[in-house]
């Protein structure tokens, strides 16, 4: 039972208890610190992010770490998009066909997932590529800049059609070079405005 003389189960903490009235703030700088028993203002201002790379490690991710978010991400877009796609088709097939019912919402889940199970892979192998190709040119040439970006995305348009035929090979990798000379114009775009300025 609740002792109504001290206030609740664990005591009476009053605003006028001095055990309350701990400061969360340095005298200084303003640093909140409320859990921790030191002044914060012994640790300084943080000029860089608050993490801690081992010793000789680069501050930024490279090729290989950025690969496996870029694979997954392309995996997960080619579901969306295939699986919008198969739901699209899916409505149009069915709706030609005039299926009702439980047929019909077999048909739809067999449009959604072999359409989205086709893009995803299909994205999939395309990233795994050109992410291969890009760590391997990357570690080659010691040095991460816009031609590793643009050579590893026309060798990944070259090798994904090369199976087809030298026109369609050409052609791929001809998108590759486009998409990626593209990308690396959008990204660098304040850097070739300053080299135009000066």
Known sequence: MMD???GGWFGSMSAGDPNVNVPVTSSQSGITSPYLNFDPAYIGAH?????IFPEGASSQ??????????????????ASIGGLNGIYSGLKETSAAQLTGKVRRTQMLNFLTKQGASSA?????????YSGFGVIISKTRGVEDELNTITAATLTGLLYKSSVGLKNC????????CLSAAYCLWTSRERLRDFRES
């Open 4 to 6: 109504t003389q001290r």
């Open 47 to 51: 000029t860089e992010g608050d993490f």
């Open 61 to 78: 991710r490279g090729r290989f770490e950025l690969a496996f978010s870029q694979i997954g991400g392309s995996v997960c877009l080619g």
């Open 121 to 129: 892979q299909t994205l999939g192998v395309i990233a795994l590529m």
């Open 170 to 177: 050409l052609r791929s990798g001809a998108i590759g070079f």
